[in-house]
């Protein structure tokens, strides 16, 4: 922690690890998006930046792939991301990488954010809420309301369920949580193999309430080609390309 850092942190603050889980294979991007170039700076450096520019949060974990693992490490040292404490392996599922990153935190660690690495639009005003919320309530997600209707359909894509609009949201990361909460939800879910999209349903599914915060449209997960474009414009709004 710099100095600067130092002395805008609260001491009531709670200790915030972040673990960036970057283990995935890039199967529907048809590359390794972590590394890809957007205007310049790989996603992975965007990723990182507002997380070691918050002072909400003191350390970084991230989880990669273990041939990755010293591409990742120089990457770091190259950008000046002081914060990461490990560079770790992840594992064959998301939840086996989110587990194995939270593993990983300092013993100080109250609170612990994970986040996707595909994820780079993310702001240091949405980790600052969020670390607001988790403080509170042990729990907290960004979310934003869908625009479009939303149904449940078979596997021949036919209709069979509603949902109401009014009560429907897409949840992004980073998810916040209390360490023992999460620990706990990540290791039942890998032992008791629960195939899960993202970290809150490990801790709802161990009755923890998970609350919202309002979410950021740009905030978009780097899934396929064509979230490239969108990505290039999210870049041009902020005058970054
Ligand atoms: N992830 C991970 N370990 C895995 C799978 C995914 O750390 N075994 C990470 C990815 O690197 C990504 C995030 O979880 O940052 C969200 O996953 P997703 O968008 O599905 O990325 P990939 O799994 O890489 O993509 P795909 O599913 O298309 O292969
Ligand atoms: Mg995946």
């Known amino acids: 922690m710099n100095l600067k850092d130092l002395f805008s942190k609260k001491k009531s603050d709670p200790h915030c690890s972040v673990v960036i889980v970057a283990a995935g294979s890039g199967e529907r991007m048809g590359a390794d998006k972590v590394f890809l170039d957007l205007a310049g700076v790989p996603v992975l450096a965007r990723t990182l930046k507002p997380f070691q520019d918050s002072e909400c949060v003191d350390e970084i974990v991230i989880v990669t792939r273990t041939e990755k693992l010293s591409e990742v490490s120089d990457l770091c040292s190259s950008n000046g991301f002081t914060k990461v404490s490990k560079?770790?392996?992840?594992?064959?599922?998301?939840?086996?990488?989110?587990?194995?990153?939270?593993?990983?935190?300092?013993?100080?660690?109250?609170?612990?954010?994970?986040?996707?690495?595909?994820?780079?639009?993310?702001?240091?005003?949405?980790?600052?809420?969020?670390?607001?919320?988790?403080?509170?309530?042990?729990?907290?997600?960004?979310?934003?309301?869908?625009?479009?209707?939303?149904?449940?359909?078979?596997?021949?894509?036919?209709?069979?369920?509603?949902?109401?609009?009014?009560?429907?949201?897409?949840?992004?990361?980073?998810?916040?949580?209390?360490?023992?909460?999460?620990?706990?939800?990540?290791?039942?879910?890998?032992?008791?193999?629960?195939?899960?999209?993202?970290?809150?349903?490990?801790?709802?599914?161990?009755?923890?309430?998970?609350?919202?915060?309002?979410?950021?449209?740009?905030n978009i997960k780097l899934t396929v080609p064509d979230d490239l474009i969108k990505g290039a414009a999210i870049l041009k709004s902020r005058g970054e390309s």
């Open 87 to 218: 560079v770790v392996s992840g594992g064959a599922t998301r939840t086996e990488s989110a587990l194995a990153g939270v593993s990983e935190v300092g013993p100080k660690t109250k609170l612990i954010a994970i986040h996707d690495a595909a994820r780079p639009f993310i702001t240091k005003e949405l980790i600052s809420s969020l670390v607001s919320c988790a403080d509170q309530f042990m729990a907290a997600v960004p979310a934003v309301r869908c625009a479009d209707t939303i149904r449940i359909v078979d596997d021949e894509g036919v209709i069979t369920g509603d949902t109401d609009r009014n009560y429907a949201v897409q949840i992004q990361t980073p998810q916040i949580f209390d360490a023992d909460i999460i620990k706990g939800a990540l290791s039942y879910a890998v032992t008791h193999e629960r195939s899960l999209t993202d970290d809150s349903s490990a801790a709802k599914m161990m009755g923890v309430k998970v609350h919202t915060v309002s979410g950021d449209p740009d």
